[in-house]
């Protein structure tokens, strides 16, 4: 059974960092898997933040987090990372972790989301 868990949102000031992480069970990070962070702030689509593929470790990030966000993994631990800096209040939103398992009938995965408040 897969399982996603974040767990690392809080309230912080503008210009504060924060590391979210996401622990995975069910599964191993391969060839086949890319994991990614979303977001959904009130009243918005969720959007792709950062993704990361589970073998090569290749990322990609949506460019309004460019050059402040870093998505990392541990391959042993199932976990991934996402270590924010320099956040806006247009960061916050609800963080969610999402696992695709691609294959014959690729399979995708959701954690329950994490809390993030950028406010002074």
């Known amino acids: 059974q897969v399982q996603l868990v974040e767990s690392g949102g809080g309230l912080v000031q503008p210009g504060g960092s924060l590391r979210l992480s996401c622990a995975a069970s069910g599964f191993t990070f391969s060839t086949n898997t890319i994991m990614s962070w979303y977001r959904q702030a009130p009243g918005k689509e969720r959007e792709l933040v950062a993704s990361?593929?589970?073998?090569?470790?290749?990322?990609d990030y949506a460019d309004s987090v460019k050059g402040r966000f870093t998505i990392s993994r541990d391959i042993a631990k199932i976990t991934v990372y996402l270590q924010m800096t320099s956040l806006k209040p247009e960061d916050t939103a609800v963080y969610y972790c999402?696992?695709?398992?691609?294959?014959?009938?690729?399979?995708?995965?959701w954690g329950q989301g994490t809390q993030v408040t950028v406010s002074s």
């Open positions: 999402n696992a695709l398992i691609e294959g014959l009938v690729p399979a995708d995965y």
């Open positions: 990361i593929t589970g073998a090569h470790g290749s990322t």
